[in-house]
């Protein structure tokens, strides 16, 4: 009789504890399904910079964002690359037309005018502006900037202690806010190692006029960069300007000197003459701000990220760690942290 009893007992632990398993996984399955039925719902749109894709550059990054946020959130997207500024605004109501919920104009400099069209018209819609401070933001807008000033400056210091001239250039695209705010920080981190240290500086708007095909005009950089190295005697180029970075890239190659990339890593288009490359994460500020609309997290208002928030910073140096050497590197990842930690305030046009 106990032995029965005992028999009876073990097959209903068994049977409870195979339950327990049973519901459990039953219980996951269902969490994974809501989660990921929830995903499918978001559609994410987004307006490139002017110059499209295959610029190894700032339009590169974003669509490299939306294909991270496909892969983290299950997330659908839709992208147009525009050639000038109807483009954007008629891009943009395709984007509205089709499903987004969260649309991403990624030429910052117009984001403005399009959250003035469209915005307070779809108010379930998300609207983000990156790159670009927007004062006037809806309850369904906001922006999101870099503290490329930050980066910038360590690229400064980079750039005085690798100098054998004393004399650098800055070449970038227009003069508007965010590039010049590439240049405050840069000029500083100069300053910051040698004052006595010249920076010369030209965009390329001086020389093309349509503002859209600034950021793709390699041949007409190429002849700008050219021409600093040749009559102004630089030695190393900063070059803040999309896809027209490649013609300075080559001129610095065919001149011997040194260039410094920007927003992505771009060391390895000229090995060993790009010293490094100012990075801006915009695939992680696209991740981030997805984030924040899938987790009901979306505020109204201007996202800072900079070198604390890994949303920006400089290239590893893979080909040039070597030239460089490891005591300027050392010096460059200890005044990082002292801007992290705030002893270092680096100036910007933004006011941050």
Not at 87 to 116: A, H
Not at 185 to 195: R, V
Not at 315 to 327: H, R
Request: hydrophobic letters at 45%; aromatic letters at 12%.
């Amino acid at each position: 009789m106990k032995k029965n009893i005992v028999i009876i007992i073990i097959i209903i632990l068994v049977l409870t504890l195979i339950s327990i398993f049973i519901f459990d996984i039953l219980g996951k399955a269902s969490y994974r399904k809501e989660k990921n039925d929830f995903f499918i719902k978001i559609k994410v749109g987004l307006i490139t910079g002017f110059g499209g894709l295959g610029d190894k550059s700032f339009n590169d990054m974003q669509y490299n964002g939306l294909v991270l946020a496909k892969k983290l959130y299950g997330i659908d997207f839709e992208y147009f690359a525009p050639k000038n500024f109807e483009d954007i605004m008629k891009y943009t109501q395709i984007l509205i037309d089709n499903g987004s919920n969260l649309i991403i104009i990624g030429e910052g400099f117009t984001g403005q005018k399009v959250l003035d069209q469209f915005a307070p018209k779809y108010p379930q819609i998300k609207f983000v502006v990156l790159d670009n401070l927007c004062k006037n933001l809806y309850h369904n807008s906001a922006s999101i900037l870099f503290k490329q000033n930050e980066a910038s400056f360590l690229a400064g210091v980079l750039a005085a202690e690798m100098t054998k001239k004393d004399r650098v250039g800055f070449i970038g695209g227009a003069p508007i806010p965010v590039i010049e705010d590439f240049f405050i920080g840069f000029n500083q981190g100069i300053n910051y190692i040698k004052s006595d240290c010249k920076v010369e500086k030209d965009f390329i708007s001086n020389y093309v006029k349509d503002f859209e095909k600034v950021w793709d005009a390699p041949k007409i950089s190429y002849e700008i960069a050219k021409a600093m190295i040749r009559e102004k005697g630089v030695d190393i180029i900063f070059a803040v300007a999309s896809a027209s970075n490649i013609g300075i890239f080559n001129a610095c190659k065919d001149y011997s000197i040194f260039s410094i990339g920007v927003d992505t890593d771009q060391d390895y288009i000229n090995p060993g003459i790009i010293l490094t490359s100012v990075l801006k994460n915009l695939d992680q500020a696209i991740v981030f701000i997805v984030d924040k609309v899938i987790k009901n997290n979306f505020e109204s208002k201007s996202y800072y990220l900079g070198l604390k928030e890994n949303g920006v910073g400089l290239s590893p140096m893979i080909f040039t760690k070597d030239i460089v050497g490891d005591d300027i590197i050392k010096k460059i990842n200890l005044l990082q942290k002292k801007i992290i930690d705030g002893q270092i305030l680096v100036k910007s046009v933004f006011g941050k």
